[in-house]
Nanobody, 121 residues
Framework: QVQLVESGGGLVQPGGSLRLSCAAS????????MGWYRQAPGKQRELVAA???????NYADSVKGRFAISRDNAANTVYLQMNSLKPEDTAVYYC???????????????WGQGTQVTVSS
C-alpha cells in the first residue's frame, strides 16, 4: 500500500505563517503530480496548489502571492509554505497524488487524511 501523511497544521493568527508537509511512503519509484486541496465547513473541496515532477506549478487565485508549493522528489515529499494567512484560509488541507508508481504496482488519486489549519485571532 501507498500512504500520504500530512503534518504542519495548527492555529495561527491572521498574518501568520505555516508550512505543511506531505510525505509518501511505500517503496515509491515516482510520483507524477502532487497537490494540496482544502475544504472548509459547508464548502466544496478546492485545489489550492499543484506541482508536477518537473517543478511546474499552478495556484488558486485566492492564494497567489501568499502560498508556495515545492517538492523533494528524492524524499517523495511535497510542501506548502503559507504566508500572510487570512481567516478565509481556515480549512482542512489534504495532500493528493494523481499517480504513484511503487514496487509492485501503481495507485491513482491518492489522498492523505488531512491536517487542520485554523486562522483566527
Amino acid at each position: 500500500q501507498v500512504q500520504l501523511v500530512e503534518s504542519g497544521g495548527g492555529l495561527v493568527q491572521p498574518g501568520g505563517s505555516l508550512r505543511l508537509s506531505c510525505a509518501a511512503s511505500g517503496s515509491i519509484f515516482g510520483i507524477n503530480v502532487m497537490g494540496w486541496y482544502r475544504q472548509a465547513p459547508g464548502k466544496q473541496r478546492e485545489l489550492v496548489a499543484a506541482i508536477t515532477r518537473g517543478g511546474s506549478t499552478n495556484y488558486a487565485d485566492s492564494v497567489k502571492g501568499r502560498f508556495a508549493i515545492s517538492r523533494d522528489n528524492a524524499a517523495n515529499t511535497v510542501y506548502l509554505q503559507m504566508n500572510s494567512l487570512k481567516p478565509e484560509d481556515t480549512a482542512v488541507y489534504y495532500c493528493n497524488a494523481d499517480k504513484i508508481v511503487y514496487r509492485g504496482g501503481s495507485s491513482h488519486d491518492v489522498w492523505g487524511q488531512g491536517t487542520q489549519v485554523t486562522v483566527s485571532s
